[in-house]
């Protein structure tokens, strides 16, 4: 095996020095009925060509990953794609791989001796400093698992930093976020209450949020832009959860939104998923959530924290603080059992926000914005409808107007286009034909004229068929 | 004149700029840009009129502005200060730190697996879910269960995932029970993950071998019991050997056994948790499936279960439609619900599997092997050195304690910083907490012959120096660009994030140079 740093030779003498006959002996504590006499039933070894042939295999939709049959069934090639919904395809500026692919980073351990693991412990605090001032909040963890369990996690800190058990969760959070949320907050007996939205407008419906907090509300979570793409009222919101004592917690599904859309300062904490900075869409992970808060909540925080100190000879350095909240100390007692984060991910991030800085963030953002604005005007135009029209939005808009979202997307996958996301799943009350479409500034002008056309064809059918 | 030997030097004492590289922030200045965006192909259009009240009006405040080049150096400069197993061996107890093949790190990144969105139709996704299904595949088989969820995106989310599949169930019985045992051998997220679940942890007390105490699990055990929580081989890494009396105890009463699979390195085609009574387990993809640990992060904490869960795994599952065609089902309506969005670590699946195939039975039995027989090898040569707290037989990992060496004041947390001067990282430190000042190690399969013996000559040299010259050990490292870092003001006065100093000045070099 050839990751295996051993001549048959060695072996023989290790077992030798050890002072046992066979490796089987060392395996004695085992009780016989127990070990396997035979090969485990899985694939045979593989040469790292093999390897590669396998994946290419999968890469190119083949479910068996078998080469042979990649051979016989070359693959069709995607034309474009107006999936977004909470996975969002930017470009990836290719030093971000080029980095994270060194060995010193790829390959360390978690931070815990900080003599030798000052680079990812100073590449995480510029992180945390970096999501702060894009959040507008004062303090930010060196990530968590992704936008789902972090707002997840934030409903949980809210509610020990209240003392109160009980949020309120906008319907315009992404609905597989509030899925998780669910299954978190079950069992420490947190009940989920949720309000709905205004239906012109796709924002939180403010009279029901007011209607729904209560004394023992410890948070209002919704999520800015929504799950629909509109920017979300988040100082009204806030001031209505503050009057009743609770905390409002944004989360932030889109991190390229930031570069336009305000920060959401009227927050208490701010739950980002970090994804669209510079990490695939790689169906749906790994990917990188990261929690922000005011200042006043540090000890309620989960997930680990970077810190500035000297060193015994007064030089500037880092380390992991603030540990006594975590669960290698605390145990059951502890504010998470969060352990792993996504540090290498979080890396990528801090690279990507280093490399559009300042300047480039907002203009990134500004391209975004013209995309979906070109997008949403061209499918206008094809017969389509869209909702929540005088609300503002960022690159993600709802359509209307088709009999059916399968129908339509069944048509455009004919031409090699993944139309939008059909949301009758989760939203019945917006029909069967509504998608949820996104424009980034990958998405070209010919990609959205095509599906214009493809559109329009399907809405000139449907008028023929109605007639 | 004392200053003659500097002529022609810098008179600071070191302007190293690799050793001394500020933070990204401190090397920003205002109209550098290391990015060109494409030409846009439709109308511009203007934030301020489109968003109105909603667009962002302050400029980014401290978002760093710099070239390609300074940004490059920047994180190559800042990475030579990390350790990495590609540098040396971390004989970290309990973390697995093993060798990350780069075919994994490749195939990863190929545009189709790359580039698959989530939501594309499954049409599109045979590819992507046929990994999920090769990989779930061999993970069953691995482990001797009946059905497994990728889901958990790290460890300690499989053991909530396992834990709440225990609780479903039981409430499928008629009742969730209260409690849930944890050995006091095991890791913290244990009684952490119990706690959330909603549950009482309740403390086994280990036996004198360091083991689970039968007689004391049998009076534990009753029908408020959930499961045990057990790693297997135990934090000594010592296995079981009655486990499936363990596991019978808890049968009996109705209770699961829920097996941590943190140690599962130790056992992979050796023998079978399914086939000694383990009912659920998670494995960490990032330890024994040599996906990267990348400074803390990405894991993936898959959990393979027994047949009676299945109905209760999170949604959706991975199924076969009749057609032969891979898809998901959503319809599960027993399922303890989801535990993150989509369908987990993706990402990781692809490296795990591509590790598994490299490997096939014989390569992963003899990996198995190898792990076994490097911490054997550590232990027959630094008995003696070291106390060796419990002698029974050691299988991936071996724990000693700083018993002999304490006498002079030398920690086992001084000889783990000791051990960095000799280009090692530290083992694992005060873990477990049932051995008083523990050394855990931990050499994996990774380790030639030639690397241990160097890791045992430093071992024992360092034991030597614990005699001769305590304070050495105690202030160690030496070699290191900083020196013990103060952990305890960084947490009395937290400074979490950078600054911009509050006066106006520029950061000139010479300015900066005087922070070191």
Known sequence: MRYLPKSPADREAMLAEIGVPSIESLFETIPTEYRLAHDLNIPRQHSESEVLDCFRAFAANISSGDAVELAARPAGKLFASFLGAGAYRHYRPVIIDSLVQRGEFLTSYTPYQPEISQGTLQAMFEFQTMICELTGMEIANASMYDGSTGAAESVLMACRVTGRQGAVVARTVHPEYREVMATVTKHQEIPITEVGYVAETGRVDLAALDAAI?????????????????????????????????????????????????????????????????????????????????????????????????????????????????????????????????????????????????????????????????????????????????TPRF?????????????????????????????????????????????????????MDAAATVCAGVFERELVGAK | MADTKFIGTPKKATTHVNQNEDLIFEKSSAGKKGYRLAQLDVPAVDVASLLGDAARTDDLGAMPELSEIEIIRHFTRLSTWNYAIDLGMYPLGSCTMKYNPRINEAVARLEGLAEAHPYQPESL??????????????????????????????????????????????????????????????????????????????????????????????????????????????????????????????????????????????????????????????????????????????????????????????????????????????????????????????????????????????????????????????????????????????????????????KNGVKTGDMGKRLIDYGFHAYTVSFPMVVHGAMMIEPTESESREELDLLIDALKQIAREAEENPELVQTAPHTTRLQRLDETTAARKPILRWKAPVAATELTPDSAAKEW
């Open chain 2, 125 to 406: 996704s045979q590819g992507a879910l046929g990994i999920m299904k090769m990989l779930s595949d061999c993970l069953v088989e691995i482990t001797g269960m009946d059905t497994i969820t990728l889901q958990p995106a790290a460890g300690a989310q499989g053991e909530f995932t396992g834990i709440l599949l225990a609780r479903a169930y039981h409430e499928a019985n008629g009742n969730p029970r209260r409690k849930i045992i944890v050995p006091d051998s095991a890791h913290g997220t244990n009684p952490a993950t119990a706690a959330i679940c909603g549950y009482e942890v309740a403390n086994l007390k280990s036996n004198e071998l360091g083991m689970v105490d039968l007689a004391e699990l049998e009076r534990m055990v009753d029908d408020n019991v959930a499961a045990l929580m057990l790693t297997n081989p135990s934090t000594i890494g010592v296995f079981e050997s009655d486990i499936h009396k363990i596991a019978d105890i808890l049968h009996a009463k109705g209770a699961l056994l829920y097996m941590d699979g943190a140690n599962m390195n130790a056992l992979v085609g050796k023998t079978r948790p399914g086939d000694f009574g383990a009912d659920v387990m998670h494995l960490n993809l990032h330890k024994t499936f040599s996906t990267p640990h990348g400074g803390g992060g990405p894991g993936s904490g898959p959990v393979a279960c027994k047949k009676i869960l299945e109905p209760f795994l999170p949604s959706p599952v991975l199924k076969t439609n009749a057609d032969g065609s891979l898809g998901l089902d959503y319809n599960r309506p027993q399922s303890v619900g989801r535990v993150r969005a989509w369908y987990g670590n993706f990402g990781m699946f692809i490296r795990a599997l591509a590790y598994i195939l490299a490997n096939g039975p014989d390569g992963l039995r003899q990996t198995t092997e190898d792990a076994v027989l490097n911490a054997n090898y550590i232990r027959a040569k630094l008995e003696g050195t070291f106390e060796l707290p419990y002698k029974s037989r050691s299988l991936h990992e071996v724990v000693f304690s700083d018993k002999l060496q304490a």
């Open chain 1, 214 to 390: 209560t004394a023992e509300t410890a948070a209002v979570l919704i999520q800015s832009p929504n799950f629909f793409g509109t920017i979300e009222d988040v100082a009204a919101i806030a001031e209505i959860a503050h009057k009743k004592g609770a905390l409002l917690i944004v989360s932030i599904a889109e991190a390229v939104s930031l570069g336009a859309v305000k920060a959401p300062v009227e927050a208490d904490i701010v739950s980002l998923e970090a994804q669209s900075f510079g990490v695939a869409v790689g169906f749906g992970g790994p990917y990188c959530g990261v929690i922000a808060c005011k200042e006043k909540f540090l000890r309620q925080m989960p997930g680990r924290l970077v810190g500035e100190t000297k060193d015994s000879h007064g030089k500037r350095g880092w380390v992991l603080t603030l540990s006594t909240r975590e669960q290698h100390i605390r145990r059951e007692k502890a504010t998470s059992n969060i352990c792993t984060n996504q540090a290498l991910v979080a890396l990528m991030v801090t690279i990507f926000m280093t490399v559009y800085g300042k300047q480039g963030l907002q203009e990134l953002a500004a391209q975004n914005l013209a995309k979906a604005k070109y997008l949403r005007d061209a499918l206008l135009a094809s017969g389509a409808k869209t909702k929540f029209d005088g």
């Open chain 1, 395 to 447: 690159h993600e808009f709802v359509l209307t107007g088709a009999a059916s979202a399968a129908a339509m997307n069944a048509r455009l996958l004919e031409m090699q286009i993944v139309g939008g996301l059909a949301l009758a799943k989760w939203y019945p009350e917006l029909g069967e034909g509504a998608t949820l479409w996104c424009a980034t500034e990958l998405t070209t002008k010919a990609q």
